[in-house]
């Protein structure tokens, strides 16, 4: 599926890109209703982040607050249309001392991985 995303390309810049996704046995697919802008967000609009992190980090869809409808659960856990909560923490392993968000492998929205500015959020289960 052909899915929308806006994203901060520069300071002050937003440009929408069009990414082919795929959906997966361990997906949730949710369409953004609300978002919420923070002080982190409102840092990388403004330029207001150092260079060489908003060189690193650019293009990246920002918003890591919101929620929104279920359109797709490939497991039925979820019904079509049902309201979410998206979590913008994305861990990729386990560790027993180590908590998820603080595990340098796990994505955070709006950070280290596009955040829910898109037509569609292409969640995993956790």
Sequence with gaps: MINEVIKLTAPKNIQTFFKDEKY????????????????????????????????????????????????????????RGEKVVMIPNTPTEKDEVIKENYLRSSKFRSSSADGFMQSAVYMRKR
Excluded: N
Aim: proline content about 4%.
């Design 24 to 79: 997966t046995e361990d997906m949730v697919v949710v369409r953004p209703t609300y978002l919420s802008i923070c002080a982190a967000d409102q840092r990388y609009y403004q330029g207001k982040r150092k260079k060489e992190i908003l060189d690193k980090k650019l293009p990246l869809a920002l918003i890591h607050e919101g929620v929104g409808q279920v359109i797709f659960d490939a497991k039925g856990e979820y019904k």
